[in-house]
């Protein structure tokens, strides 16, 4: 009886341990790339600042994203 209880609480710990570790990593995940996105929208932004003498280039970047 007392063996089951303590398997038990094993298992449920060992389940929680892994969904928060499985929820951090989503998270992280997602800061990741959140990440990405700003650093690719800040080089876009760099390029733009960069190309805004050749507007003809410009127009035909904004229709590809």
Same mark, same amino acid.
């Given at each position: @009886?007392?063996?089951? $209880? /303590?398997? #038990?609480?094993?298992? *449920? +710990?060992c389940r929680s341990t892994f969904?928060? +570790? =499985?929820?951090? %990593? /989503? =998270? +992280?995940?997602?800061?990741? %790339? $959140? *990440? #990405? %996105?700003? *650093? &690719?929208? &800040? #080089? ?5 600042? @960069?190309? #805004? !003498?050749?507007?003809?280039?410009? $127009? &035909? =970047? @904004? *229709?590809? !994203?």
């Open positions: @009886m007392f063996g089951h $209880i /303590l398997r #038990q609480s094993c298992i *449920n +710990t969904f928060s +570790t =499985a929820s951090v %990593a /989503l =998270a +992280t995940g997602s800061i990741t %790339a $959140i *990440n #990405q %996105a700003e *650093n &690719r929208y &800040r #080089q876009w932004k760099k390029k733009d600042a @960069m190309e #805004q !003498t050749n507007f003809p280039y410009y $127009i &035909r =970047a @904004m *229709n590809h !994203t």
